[in-house]
């Protein structure tokens, strides 16, 4: 465990609730030869400055993240895709360490077969932004505000479907409204939806 990075340390001291099994889960990654760094606050895992795998909790469970996990064959079928709209990262869970242990050889075999994943090349196919649908009442103030059209086309492509993803999701038409009400300042400014 050679490769352990002492900056990464303190994320594995600061909780309490998954200590062992985020234990289990470093011991497991660096044997596999992988590089850690701390990325997004995270321990992230890095093969020739690629992104593999990274380590993160939440309240139910703690997880694997596979960057490229949509090109894993997934032969155990334990791979979760956490939303809908994710295209490329997939999780593999965990609730308790026993879990991790007997699953280490297979946990294992996935983070090689990362690895080669990565070492091919391979790239994940996108969705490009043009392929996301808008909202109709999105589309609506876009035909009448001729500046909003502009300053949408002018963001970023992952800024625009921040935006169209946020002004989708909810189900009532008022409140897609009031989405769009409430960020067309901030698009008007250029801005993202997180900025």
């Known amino acids: 465990m050679n490769n352990m990075n002492p900056k990464v340390d303190w994320y594995f001291n ?20 992988l590089t850690e760094e701390l990325k997004w606050s995270n321990p992230c895992y890095i093969f020739q400055k690629s992104n593999i795998v990274l380590i993160h909790v939440f309240k ?26 994710v295209q490329a990262a997939r999780q593999i869970r965990f609730t308790n360490v026993r879990e991790i242990v007997k699953m280490a050889p297979i946990l294992k075999a996935y983070i090689y077969e990362a690895i080669e994943v990565e070492k091919a090349g391979l790239k994940v196919n996108l969705k490009k932004t043009t392929e996301y649908s808008i909202p109709e009442e999105f589309q609506i103030k876009l035909d009448e505000k001729p500046a909003l059209k502009k300053a949408f086309k002018g963001l970023t492509p992952g800024r625009q479907r921040a935006y169209l993803l946020y002004f989708s999701q909810p189900k009532q038409s008022k409140t897609r409204e009031s989405r769009i009400e409430k960020y067309m300042k901030q698009i008007l400014n250029g801005k993202g939806l997180n900025d």
């Open 14 to 33: 600061k909780t309490e609730k998954w200590q062992k099994e985020l234990e289990q889960m470093r011991t497991i990654v660096l044997s596999c030869g």
């Open 60 to 85: 139910e469970y703690c997880a694997f993240l596979f960057f490229k996990g949509s090109l894993l064959k997934d032969e155990n079928h334990i791979l979760i895709q956490q939303t809908k709209n």
